[in-house]
């Protein structure tokens, strides 16, 4: 089984940065793309940001130039750095690893269990 484990959030304050990290274990020779989303009570889990196999990044529009995904040095680790903070980025953050099928490897997707990001005005 694929494990995806978050890490990084904390409490800050506006305007304040947090790095939050998102490694994932077995099979990561094969190609797959990486995540994150973030929740509120109550709401649905929204899309933040991904980087693609092939580098590809995406942002949510309200994250764009504040936040940052990338690979962080191993294969297998990977980073949202998140600046320029505001209230309204308080979530739980997920990582999730969405991985195609090929002769070698299956098709899935894997969630982590989420850390906690809260701003404070």
């Known amino acids: 089984q694929v494990t995806v484990v978050e890490s990084g959030g904390g409490s800050v304050s506006a305007g304040g940065s947090l790095r939050l990290s998102c490694v994932t274990d077995r099979w990561t020779y094969c190609k797959y793309d990486i995540h994150w989303y973030r929740q509120v009570p109550g709401a649905e889990r929204k899309f933040v940001a991904s980087?693609?196999?092939?580098?590809?990044?995406t942002y949510e529009d309200t994250v764009k130039g504040r936040f940052a995904i990338g690979r962080d040095g191993t294969r297998n680790s990977f980073y949202l750095q998140m600046n320029s903070l505001q209230p309204d980025d308080t979530a739980m953050y997920y990582c999730?690893?969405?991985?195609?099928?090929?002769?070698?490897?299956?098709?899935?997707?894997?969630w982590g269990r989420g850390t906690q990001v809260t701003v404070s005005s």
């Open positions: 999730r690893r969405n991985q195609g099928d090929s002769p070698i490897c299956i098709e899935g997707t894997w």
């Open positions: 980087i693609a196999n092939d580098g590809r990044i």
